[in-house]
């Protein structure tokens, strides 16, 4: 079982900078692969951003190519997600994802363990 705990989110301008971060406990968490979705009422959950276990691959959405970097501390049990040039249409609940699987994908139903999300709110 993995547990996973938000923080970082919150109000920013646009073109401001926030950085995310995922608290995992669990032993296995150097062997999982790491995500990061969004999600606003009434849409499906959206992928932003992955990453393998050995954070030697990373994938983005294409909304977010440039601007965000996921990353993880596998001694510090933590992924993060800095955001940069953010934009009004970034604002989301943010959730961190994890799974077993080396490269679970884009879909939010291939991810097997989810935090409760963080709110980012841009304005313009």
């Known amino acids: 079982q993995v547990q996973l705990v938000e923080s970082g989110g919150g109000l920013v301008q646009a073109g401001g900078s926030l950085r995310l971060s995922c608290a995992a406990s669990g032993r296995t968490f150097s062997t999982y692969a790491m995500a990061w979705f969004r999600q606003v009422p009434g849409k499906e959950r959206e992928f932003v951003a992955a990453?393998?276990?050995?954070?030697?691959?990373?994938y983005y959405a294409d909304s977010v190519k440039g601007r965000f970097t996921i990353s993880r501390d596998n001694a510090e049990n933590t992924v993060y997600l800095q955001m940069n040039s953010l934009k009004p249409e970034d604002t989301a609940v943010y959730f961190c994802?994890?799974?077993?699987?080396?490269?679970?994908?884009?879909?939010?139903?291939?991810?097997?363990?989810w935090g409760q999300g963080t709110q980012v709110t841009v304005s313009s």
């Open positions: 994802a994890s799974d077993a699987d080396y490269n679970p994908g884009s879909r939010a139903r291939s991810w097997d363990y």
């Open positions: 990453i393998t276990w050995s954070g030697r691959s990373t």
